[in-house]
C-alpha cells in the first residue's frame, strides 16, 4: 500500500505551493476520483511520511485536514480510512494544453441578451480623449476632499445611530436640490446609493412588473435599456424631435418613462417647460412614473437651468436621479435618488434587502463637502472650464473635420454629439459606419462612442459621441486632428 500511494502522488507537480497543502490537495483529488475508494485504509503518518521522504508533521496535517472535511475518518491509535457514504464529482485534472470545456448552465433571458447590449462601453485602461462621462479628475480640489473623509471617519466611529441613508447627507441634498432645482421635499424621500445604475436597477426593481411597458429616450442611455429589461419589462424606443422626448402613445400605455430632459444623452437637448408639462399630463392620465436623470445638471452654459419634473409636478408622478460622479470625479460612486413620499419606505426596505448601501463615512464626508460650500465651488469654477473646453473642441472639429460632421451644441453637460454629415463621400455605406470607425480611431488613440450603437428604435442616424470635460487644450486638439485624419 504504501508504494502504492507513493506511486500515485506526485508533489513535484505543485513545487509552487507549502508541501501541506500541495499533499492535502493530491489526496482529496484521489478521493474524489476515486482512485482511493471509500472505506480504503491508508498507510499510518509515520509509514506515509517515510515512503514520500516528507516530515511525519507534514503528513499529519493533510490527515486532519481532510478529516475535518469529511474525507477520511481517523481515530486514536488507528490508520485513516476513506470516509464512506461521500458522494463525490470527479476533478480530474487537465494535462498541459488540453482545451478548457465551460460548463453548461441555464441562463435567464436577461443574461443571454447581456452580450447584445453594447453595454457597458469597454474603454482602455487608461482614459484618453474623448471618453464620455467623464470629469477632469486633475481640476478636483482632493485636498479639500480628503480633509473631509479624515473627519468623517473618525465622526464615523463615534456614531451611534447609524442609518442607511445618512440624515446629514439627506439634508445638505435637500438645500442643494432645492436651490438648483427647485426640488421641496422631505429628508426620508432622498435615498443614498452606490451608483446611479443602482438607482435606475433599483426603480426597475420596484416599479415595473414582467411585461410592462417601459418608454426611453432614442438614442438614449444603454445603461437605462440594460435596467430595465433587466426587470423584463418590454422597453420601448422613443424617438426625440426638437423638444425631446415624443409623446406617441402605442398598444399599451407606458408604466414608467425614462428621461434626460436637462441635457439628453446623448443630444444635449434641453426639454422645454411646454414639452416638460405635457408628459406631466400625459403620465398622470395614464399612471406611469416618470424618472428624470439630471446626470450632469449641474453644468449649464447658456442662462439657467428649467426646474426639474419634481418641481412642476402636482402629483407623485416623478423620480429624480442625481450622481456625483459627473460633478466630481469617477471614483466617487455615488448616486440619490428622491422619490415620491409615499414610495419611500418601500424604496428604503428594498435598498436593504439588496445591499445597496452607501459606506457611513462617504456618506458624511459628501454632506461636509456640500454643507462647507466647497461643492458648489468647484462646480461653478468647472462650469467655465468646461464651456471653454466644449467650444474649444467645437472650433477644431470644425476646423479638422471641415463639412463632413455637424456638431450639436450642447447648452450645457460634458459630452457633445457629432454627426456624420449627408455630404459624405460617395462610399455611403463604409463612410458611415460609425462603429468601424470608432474602433479605427480607438486604435490611433482617440476614444469615441459610436451613435448609432445608442438608437432603439430602428434609426439609421451616424456620428459620434464626444466628451469634451475631461480633456485640456492640448488634448483636445490632438484628438480632433486625428478624427480630421481619419475622415479625411
Not at 37 to 44: A, I, K, M, N, T
Not at 129 to 147: K, T, V, Y
Not at 436 to 443: E, M, N
Request: proline content about 6%; overall charge positive; glycine content about 8%.
Amino acid at each position: 500500500m504504501d508504494d502504492l500511494l507513493a506511486g500515485l502522488l506526485d508533489l513535484s507537480l505543485r513545487s509552487d505551493e507549502p508541501l501541506a497543502r500541495a499533499l492535502t490537495d493530491h489526496l482529496r483529488s484521489l478521493i474524489a476520483d476515486r482512485r482511493l475508494r471509500p472505506g480504503q485504509r491508508l498507510p499510518s503518518s509515520r509509514m506515509m511520511a517515510s515512503s514520500l521522504g516528507i516530515s511525519r508533521n507534514t503528513v499529519s496535517f493533510a490527515v486532519e485536514q481532510l478529516a475535518a472535511e469529511g474525507y477520511l475518518s481517523v481515530g486514536r491509535g488507528r490508520r485513516p480510512v476513506v470516509a464512506k457514504g461521500l458522494s463525490l464529482v470527479s476533478v480530474q485534472r487537465r494535462g498541459e494544453g488540453a482545451p478548457l470545456r465551460a460548463p453548461r448552465f441555464r441562463l435567464s433571458p436577461w443574461a443571454r441578451h447581456l452580450p447584445r447590449t453594447n453595454w457597458p462601453p469597454v474603454y482602455p485602461d487608461r482614459p484618453r480623449a474623448f471618453q464620455p462621462g467623464l470629469a477632469d479628475e486633475r481640476e478636483f480640489p482632493h485636498d479639500i476632499w480628503a480633509r473631509c473623509l479624515r473627519r468623517a471617519a473618525g465622526n464615523a466611529l463615534r456614531q451611534k445611530n447609524r442609518t442607511h441613508n445618512d440624515p446629514r447627507l439627506q439634508d445638505a441634498l435637500l438645500t442643494h436640490i432645492a436651490q438648483d432645482r427647485g426640488i421641496r421635499a422631505k429628508a426620508e424621500q432622498v435615498i443614498v446609493l452606490p451608483s446611479a445604475q443602482s438607482a435606475i436597477a433599483l426603480v426597475a426593481k420596484i416599479m415595473l412588473d414582467a411585461g410592462d411597458v417601459a418608454w426611453i429616450e432614442s438614442p438614449g442611455y444603454g445603461g437605462a435599456l440594460s435596467a430595465l429589461r433587466s426587470a423584463n419589462a418590454e422597453v420601448v424606443g422613443q424617438p426625440l424631435d426638437a423638444d425631446g422626448l415624443m409623446i406617441t402613445p402605442h398598444r399599451a400605455a407606458p408604466r414608467l418613462i425614462f428621461v434626460t430632459p436637462s441635457h439628453q444623452y446623448p443630444t444635449g437637448r434641453l426639454m422645454p417647460v411646454g414639452r416638460r408639462l405635457e408628459l406631466l399630463q400625459f403620465a398622470n392620465r395614464t399612471g406611469a412614473m416618470i424618472v428624470e436623470d439630471d446626470y450632469d445638471g449641474e453644468f449649464q452654459y447658456e442662462g439657467r437651468a428649467i426646474a426639474a419634473f419634481a418641481a412642476l409636478a402636482p402629483y407623485d408622478r416623478t423620480i429624480y436621479l442625481g450622481t456625483f460622479s459627473k460633478a466630481m470625479f469617477a471614483d466617487i460612486r455615488v448616486g440619490y435618488l428622491v422619490v415620491p413620499e409615499s414610495l419611500a419606505p418601500t424604496f428604503v426596505l428594498a435598498q436593504r434587502h439588496l445591499g445597496l448601501l452607501v459606506p457611513a463615512a462617504l456618506q458624511v464626508a459628501l454632506a461636509d463637502f456640500i454643507a462647507g460650500g466647497s461643492y458648489r465651488s468647484h462646480v461653478r469654477r468647472m462650469t467655465r472650464l468646461y464651456r471653454a473646453r466644449r467650444d474649444r473642441l467645437v472650433e477644431v472639429l470644425a476646423a479638422e473635420a471641415g463639412d463632413h460632421l455637424v456638431v450639436d451644441v450642447p447648452a450645457g453637460g460634458m459630452q457633445l454629439l457629432a454627426r456624420f454629415s449627408v455630404r459624405f463621400p460617395e462610399r455611403r455605406d463604409a463612410a458611415m459606419d460609425d462603429i468601424a470607425f470608432s474602433r479605427r480611431l480607438g486604435l490611433a488613440g482617440v476614444t469615441a462612442r459610436p451613435l448609432s450603437e445608442m438608437h432603439f428604435h430602428g434609426s439609421k442616424e451616424r456620428g459620434l459621441f464626444l466628451g469634451f470635460a475631461a480633456w485640456n487644450e492640448a488634448e483636445i486638439d490632438a484628438g480632433a486632428s486625428i478624427i480630421g485624419r481619419h475622415l479625411h
